[in-house]
């Protein structure tokens, strides 16, 4: 449908956003962003010719949902200034976009928005969406003009979804107390919540992360003890069962299934030593069948690698799911390199998920470990809300405590630890090397916010008044000082640090190139040792590294370099 290498000719960046054919198929919508600062143009493709349709729309978010009619089409505006996902336009093919039509402006600063379309393809949403609320308004896909109706009126601290098939809507929602989430459902002409019924009660042991309608079945998305887990529930009779996937660590997720009247539910699969796989599960006869692997080059057999899940004790005795993979024949006896990975914010769970990449590492003797911090949502939305706000030093902390307990169990020694994390994941690495930073021989800091204070207090930086309820409002003195205590720009001292190398992209519209430029130059003022520390600027690339299958394999290649280097490993 779309040559995004012929699209990138002639570009140093090029991402594509969006992909979306019109309902009859004739059409392809897309989003396109040269620049990397993630503003879309949004582009009209018709696939019968391939010839593009002179319709262009600028500074988007490169989302768009097409109304049933295949020639109206709605999208998201961002602000100028801020890059906030904030204006719902809807606009006719044919028509010029400045006579595009307003369908909802979000006032609050704090919210950003998306769209969707619900399974049955009667309703388009759209989703007013913070850390800690959501709003979900609908419009008929027939009728684009419509009137546009709130689902349920937000509240603070009401997070909820919506999905439509067969006349019942179905809200995935955390009401009433249900931080893990629950299941409902309601009459397509009664949404109040008065009508709400349950269908998935709330378990406090048990996320509900998401779930899949069919005519004659549900699929529920759970974490259970850290792990994902598919959950089949039968329509007709209640009765439930769930997929075996035979790993002790691994992650298995809902893929896209638009035919709501079948029995095959079709699922991805992946481990850290099991490619990624799409499957599809045949949820009457309960057989599966593998549609597609990835393929590895050079010889790639898993028989050869072994995964474990392990626990580390944190300081205030929480229990801290670690996974690890090495190559077999490794000998614990505290001499392996080891690279340490983990993120912990904003609820993302770090996923053990398979990494082509990470193999060459493995061959050359080192241990690859994710450390399931708080801060994600791995064990839970409590797991979350622990690593948050004025509980953020639970995650680094929590690192801290991994990297101690792989060491004392003889995975690795601090000589050849090495950290790495991205974004929110950087100011991590920022945090653990001010805070205990002989625990590591190298550290890796992409993309890394670190200057929290200072990007939190400046409202026209993109994304800052939307994670107000992730950092804190540094205008209120107690979120500013616990900010201050762990930010890592400020938190620079006189003291021994790692190696470090320290990469960024000059377009990054996430965290802005200077936050990092301005650590590492405080930190090669005060620092007392005389380890390496490398500060890379990608001059063509965002928030995201480099566009192109090769100039994203030479950013791994530097950071495996750098690690390779300081082990004196030459091969």
């Known amino acids: 449908m779309l040559d995004v290498n012929l699209l990138a000719e002639g570009h140093e960046f090029t991402s594509v956003s969006g992909a979306s054919p019109s309902p ?175 269908v998935i009660p709330h378990r406090p042991d048990v996320l509900l992360q998401n779930f899949e309608v069919f005519d ?18 039968s329509l007709a009779d209640k009765s439930e069962h769930f997929l075996d996937f035979g790993e002790e660590t691994y992650t298995a997720g809902i893929s896209i299934n638009p035919n709501a009247n079948t029995t095959l539910l079709r699922y991805s699969y992946s481990s850290l030593t099991t490619p990624n796989s799409v499957y599809d599960y045949d949820m009457a006869a309960r057989t599966k069948t593998l549609l597609k692997q990835d393929s590895v080059l050079g010889g790639f057999d898993k028989d050869n690698y072994e995964t474990k899940r392990l626990w580390a004790t944190a300081a205030d005795g929480t229990q801290i799911p670690v996974s690890l993979v090495y190559r077999k024949g490794f000998t614990q006896d505290g001499t392996a390199p080891m690279l340490l990975y983990a993120y912990g914010s904003y609820g993302s769970s770090t996923n053990p998920s398979f990494r082509a990449n990470i193999i060459s590492l493995l061959d050359r003797g080192f241990v690859y470990a994710i450390a399931h911090i708080r801060g994600g949502s791995e064990m839970g939305r409590q797991w979350y809300e622990d690593g948050k706000l004025l509980k953020k030093i639970n995650t680094f902390t929590d690192f801290n405590d991994c990297a101690r307990f792989l060491i004392n169990e003889k995975y690795t020694s601090a000589e050849h630890l090495y950290a790495m994390g991205g974004s929110a994941g950087g100011l991590l690495m920022g945090a653990v090397a001010n805070m205990e930073p002989e625990l590591y021989n190298g550290i890796i800091a992409q993309v890394p916010f670190v200057d929290v204070v200072s990007t939190m207090i400046d409202e026209t930086i993109p994304l800052t008044t939307f994670e107000w309820d992730e950092w804190g409002d540094p205008r209120k003195q107690e979120y500013y000082d616990y900010m201050l205590s762990y930010s890592p720009y400020d938190q620079v001292k006189a003291q021994d640090y790692p190696n470090m190398l320290v990469t960024t992209g000059y377009w990054d519209s996430q965290v802005q190139y200077w936050e990092p430029a301005k650590w590492v130059a405080k930190l090669r003022e005060m620092k007392t040792d005389d380890n390496i520390l490398i500060l890379d600027i990608n001059m063509t690339a965002g928030h995201g590294g480099a566009s192109g299958r090769f100039e994203r394999l030479k950013t791994t290649a530097l950071e495996y370099a750098f690690m390779l280097d300081l082990e004196g490993i030459r091969k």
């Open 216 to 233: 004659n079945y549900i699929v529920a998305n759970e974490r259970i003890k850290g792990l994902t887990n598919l959950r089949i529930i």
């Open 24 to 198: 009859d198929n004739n059409l392809l919508a897309y989003g396109i962003d040269h620049v990397s600062r993630r503003q879309y143009t949004l582009q009209f493709r018709d696939m019968n010719s391939g010839e593009l349709l002179p319709d262009n729309i600028l500074n988007t978010t490169g989302q768009t949902v097409w109304a049933a009619d295949s020639k109206t089409v709605f999208y998201i505006s961002k602000d100028p200034e801020t890059l906030r996902a904030a204006t719902v336009m809807m606009h006719v093919l044919g028509t010029p976009s400045s006579e595009d039509k307003v369908v909802y402006n979000e006032d609050d600063e704090t919210f950003s928005v998306y769209l969707g379309k619900t399974k049955s393809k009667k309703y388009i949403t759209i989703v007013s969406d913070q850390t800690l609320t959501t709003e979900v308004r609908l419009i008929e896909a027939e009728n684009p003009a419509g009137t546009v109706k709130v689902f349920e009126p937000r509240r603070v601290d009401h997070l909820y979804s919506v999905e439509h098939l067969n006349g019942t809507f179905y809200i995935q929602t955390n009401a009433d107390g249900a931080k893990n989430f629950k299941l409902m459902s309601c009459p397509e002409n009664r949404t109040g919540m008065a009508s709400w019924k349950e």
